[in-house]
């Protein structure tokens, strides 16, 4: 293996790269190939450039694509504001990658060129439906020995959005979990189908909802327990059970309503939503007043129900190297799979973005690039 001290000639020398991007937002009509899209550049000494081989889809990037959280995004990528607007584009969607180091800037300590890695990529960074990303070396991990890329792809943006629900807002960890009840709103797609199985690694008993049709399957992934929500309310069994100690909540709407009366008060219980409004509040109000507004509407509810003695919380994606080591030792171990539903070529980007829209996951969708 090469040290990571100083950049390859090789891609220093390219000026451009094979991607998909769009140039404005809208429907997946506004999704382009091109040869020419601008080549990474390492900006500061701790970033690596990565030959992407996988790339994962999510349903952020459906959102993304039309426009979604772009004001928040717009102040990650510039807090100064100096650029004008639309300076984003052309823009490469993508938040999953598996690969290949190709370049280390000079601060990268443990990673080599060749390495084999793999990232979620923070939605304001360039993604990976690219032939190359640039991404910083705390966001990577080494990718599971047991894995292919394809398979590598499916998992980083869920798994780090999992652990930071429920390691890092849940409290949960794998010292604490044994006999913790909990239930996942929407264990079928992406981020249920890993909860389910890092929960169970880790010996907490699972009651997942989900469609009557998806209940074999998540089954299989080691759910103990599982509620068909077509049938009716699915408040109305869930109801019927022991009560939680939390409830990661993937599917939102009127949830928050009767979910945490489900939750054992007075115990430090925890429901943790991913489906948040942030970034619909930032996108409509604009940053400081979007700000303000999820402030006061989540520690309102916040105060609302540690009245009644249970915890309310938002979760949200964080890119975390670290986190994916973690889950790379478990896949390596056998304790957790990924579950790719469909492949795709990387000529096939906009009927691959089409599954994803279409809803109804089960599993990932993952884009073969390199
Ligand atoms: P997916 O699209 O992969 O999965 C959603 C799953 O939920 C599907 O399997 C769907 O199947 C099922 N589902 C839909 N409606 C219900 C329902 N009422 N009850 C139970 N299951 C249902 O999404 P992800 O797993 O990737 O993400 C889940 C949610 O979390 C999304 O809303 C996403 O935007 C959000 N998210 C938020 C993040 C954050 O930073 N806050 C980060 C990542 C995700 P079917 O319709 O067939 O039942």
Redesign the pocket.
């Known amino acids: 293996m090469l040290p990571c001290l100083q950049l390859r000639t090789s891609s220093r020398s390219m000026t451009v790269m094979p991607a998909w991007v769009i140039d404005k937002y809208g429907s997946n009509d506004v999704l382009r190939f091109t040869r020419n899209a601008s080549f990474p550049t390492i900006n500061y000494p701790n970033e690596v450039i990565i030959k992407v081989f996988a790339a994962g889809l999510?349903?952020?990037d459906v959102?993304m694509r039309a426009g979604y959280g772009s004001a928040t995004m717009s102040m990650q990528r510039d807090p100064l504001g100096m650029n004008q607007s639309g300076s984003e584009f052309p823009l490469i969607l993508g938040r999953d990658v598996s690969g290949v180091v190709m370049e280390c800037g000079l601060d990268v300590k443990y990673f080599r060129e060749r390495d084999e890695v793999w990232a979620a990529i923070p939605p304001w960074k360039q993604g990976s439906l690219a032939e190359f990303v640039v991404l910083s070396a705390n966001e990577i991990s080494l990718k599971p020995k047991s894995l292919s890329h394809t398979e590598a792809a499916a998992l980083p943006?869920?798994a780090a959005?999992a652990w930071?629900?429920l390691v890092n807002t849940g409290g949960l960890n794998k010292d604490n979990c044994t006999n913790k009840r909990v239930l996942i709103?929407?264990?079928?797609?992406?981020?249920?189908?890993f909860a389910i199985q890092m929960l169970k690694a880790w010996g907490a008993h699972v009651t997942v909802?989900?469609?009557l049709?998806?209940e074999r399957f998540v089954r299989e992934l080691g759910a103990d327990h599982t509620v068909d929500?077509?049938a009716g309310p699915?408040e109305e069994p869930l109801r019927a059970l022991q009560k939680f100690d939390l409830i990661l909540d993937?599917?939102?709407?009127d949830?928050e309503r009767w979910a945490l009366a489900l939750l054992k008060p007075w115990s430090g219980a925890k429901y943790v939503t991913?489906?948040?409004p942030?970034l619909q509040n930032t996108d409509r109000l604009g940053l400081a007043d979007g700000m303000m507004k999820t402030a006061v509407t989540v520690g309102s509810k916040a105060l609302k129900h540690l009245m009644n003695g249970v915890h309310y919380r938002?979760?949200?994606?964080a890119p975390s190297g670290p986190a994916l080591d973690e889950v790379r030792d478990m896949v390596d171990a056998g304790q957790i799979r990924p579950v790719v539903e469909e492949t795709f070529s990387f000529s096939q980007v906009p009927a691959a973005m089409e599954k994803?829209e279409k809803?109804?996951?089960?599993?990932?969708t993952v884009v073969q690039v390199g």
Do not use: D, Q
Not at 250 to 253: A, E, I, K, M, R
Not at 359 to 364: D, L, V
């Open positions: 999510n349903p952020l959102g943006y869920v959005t930071s629900a709103l929407g264990g079928s797609g992406g981020v249920g189908t909802s989900c469609s049709n998806a929500y077509t699915v993937n599917v939102g709407g949830t991913l489906v948040t942030f938002w979760g949200f994606f994803v809803g109804h996951a089960r599993g990932k």
